[in-house]
């Protein structure tokens, strides 16, 4: 019964590969988010979607694609993978509509080595 | 743009003994989140605080939030080695859509006997 539940958890590959990322939420959100935590633990918010629809899409190389094919499902592919995109790739879901708080809840992280 | 700085990004602490993290934020804001991250793990949220003068405690936490100040801490009272992680406050920038929010860059706290 997890919440947001993220696959794969480990991602190992080489330079030059294209790789997908899945992410679902049984929370009923309308929201989902994707984030990246680098090697020094920084947080910064990637994209998020709103009952499918992009709302936010940070400067991030056009690499990166999200697709929301419903609500409860966020998947981040990467295209062309580099070095320096290693990191931790979090999900992240909220409810926006009818609450206040708009409280995320993160997924278990996927972390990614490229080497 | 909006800029949320922690400190300290370290903090060795004594069993017992009390403490104090600090977020400053840099743009009007009325939601602020405290999140715990123990290693290789995921953000577990702690507090959610909406409005000027909020304060929320949870066993050894208390979180406040001053909106004037673009301030908000992170007190931790007679602290416990289950207590070490890294801490993050994470700022809401309502001149954006989205809920769009930006972290610190965290507070790694470690408790000793």
């Known amino acids: 019964d997890t919440a947001v539940s993220q696959t794969p958890k480990y991602l190992v590959t080489q330079m030059g590969n294209d790789k997908s990322i899945k992410c679902e939420q049984n929370l009923g959100h309308d929201t989902m988010y994707w984030y990246k935590q680098d090697s020094k633990k920084f947080l910064k918010i990637m994209f998020s979607y709103n009952n499918k629809e992009l709302i936010i899409n940070e400067t991030v190389p056009n690499r990166f694609s999200p697709k929301s094919p419903d609500k409860a499902h966020l998947n981040l592919h990467i295209n062309s993978l580099e070095l320096g995109d290693s990191a931790v790739y979090f999900c992240?879901?909220?409810?926006?509509?009818?609450?206040?708080?708009?409280?995320?809840?993160f997924g278990p992280g996927t972390r990614l080595t490229v080497t | 743009e909006l800029k949320v700085e922690q400190n300290p990004l370290f903090l060795s602490m004594q069993e017992g003994k009390n403490y104090t993290i600090y977020c400053n934020y840099s743009?009007?804001?009325?939601?602020l989140y405290w999140y715990r991250q123990d290693p290789g793990k995921s953000l577990e949220s702690l507090f959610v605080?909406?409005?000027?003068?909020a304060v929320k405690q949870e066993g050894r936490l208390m979180a406040s939030l001053d909106t004037k100040a673009r301030l908000s801490t992170l007190h931790i009272t007679a602290a416990v080695h289950d207590l070490s992680a890294t801490y993050f406050c994470a700022v809401a920038n309502l001149l954006t859509a989205g809920n769009k929010l930006t972290f610190g860059g965290g507070t790694r706290v470690l408790v000793k006997p």
């Open positions: 992240a879901s909220s409810h926006v509509a009818t609450s206040r708080s708009y409280e995320q809840y």
């Open positions: 605080l909406l409005s000027n003068g």
């Open positions: 743009t009007t804001s009325d939601r």
